[in-house]
């Protein structure tokens, strides 16, 4: 199992010495993940955190009249998780899926303790972390609030440039937070009234 991709991940926030390496690395355990596989499901305890070694990940909640709405897309050299279930020992708001084959190297809410305990500067990296994921989805809130439909869609597409050619109209359209149907709209005309 090679755990250099997480490894160059963690080194952008944190130094780590060979000994950390091997106690960190003995946190992990790789999982294969095949095309629509959950990996976690709305309802249940949130147990781990994800990095996506390799693939796209979507993470999604499902209202109770069946209507899913995408909070974020993860892609390879990203970490995913329903961040508040996992820190709150909580059952999930939202289920994730595999949008492709993919493998991610899955790091437990008990392990992920340890770790804080045993090399404490993983305080620093995970905090890093989940700044970065509260300014992304404040941006992202801001601007469905404040933006049109056709420039959200420019936006995502700028921020996804790899992955947008391999989701479906829905996925992005649920995201977006509109319909399939416009979103159809959007991309076939470019009509100031989309404005």
Not at 3 to 26: D, G, M, P
Not at 77 to 88: E, R, S
Not at 105 to 116: G, R
Not at 139 to 151: C, I, T
Request: with cysteine; net charge positive; aromatic share 12%.
């Amino acid at each position: 199992m090679s755990f250099e991709a997480i490894l160059q991940n963690v080194s952008k926030h944190i130094a780590l010495n060979n000994e950390e390496i091997k106690v960190f690395t003995s946190h992990l355990i790789e999982k294969k993940l095949d095309k629509g596989q959950i990996i976690l499901s709305q309802g249940a305890f949130c147990g781990t955190i994800s990095f996506i070694k390799q693939g796209i990940l979507r993470a999604y909640f499902l209202n109770p009249e069946g209507r899913e709405t995408t909070i974020m897309f993860g892609i390879k050299d990203w970490w995913i998780t329903d961040m508040y279930a996992f820190t709150k020992e909580k059952k999930s708001m939202l289920s994730i899926e595999a949008l492709e084959s993919s493998t991610v190297l899955l790091l437990s809410k008990v392990n992920f303790e340890i770790l804080l305990q045993e090399i404490p500067k993983f305080e620093r990296f995970f905090r890093i972390l989940m700044q970065n994921a509260y300014i992304r989805e404040q941006q992202r809130g801001l601007e469905n609030l404040s933006l049109p439909a056709k420039k959200k869609y420019e936006i995502f597409i700028e921020k996804y440039p790899s992955i947008a050619s391999k989701l479906n109209q829905k996925q992005i359209a649920s995201y977006l937070g509109i319909t399939p149907e416009f979103l159809s709209m959007l991309k076939s005309s470019g009509k100031s009234y989309l404005d």
